[in-house]
């Protein structure tokens, strides 16, 4: 088992540069790689998939080789598991208070 930091999410209310919008999601988002921090900027849309806790807090992202294990730990489940693309699921899950997003990338 092993979870490796990937970003921190941040919702916000105003766009900021060089947000992409993702439709299937309905948020825009920024890349975390264009900041020295791992920020990842979102400003979720009316109509998404994701709860309203997501729009007000931030999370913490990390990419784990099973989601299945860290669900089964988490306090609570709050999105997903869901594939986002051929062999790449997400989770976003509450842990001693805290949004964890899970990553798991199996397309390799």
């Known amino acids: 088992m092993s979870a490796e930091y990937l970003h921190i999410g941040i919702p916000i209310t105003n766009k900021k540069p060089g947000m992409v919008y993702n439709d299937g999601m309905k948020l ?24 309203e806790i997501m729009h007000k807090n931030p999370h913490i992202a990390y990419k784990v080789d099973s989601i299945e294990h860290y669900v089964e730990d988490a306090d609570q489940l709050i999105f997903g598991p869901a594939e986002i693309g051929p062999g790449i699921r997400i989770a976003f899950v509450i842990k001693d208070d805290v949004i964890l997003e899970l990553y798991e990338d199996k397309s390799k």
């Not at 920024?30 to 994701?50: M, V």
Request: hydrophobic fraction near 25%.
């Open 28 to 51: 825009w988002m920024s890349n975390p790689d264009d900041y020295d921090y791992k920020i990842e900027y979102l400003r979720f849309e009316e109509g998404g998939p994701f709860p």
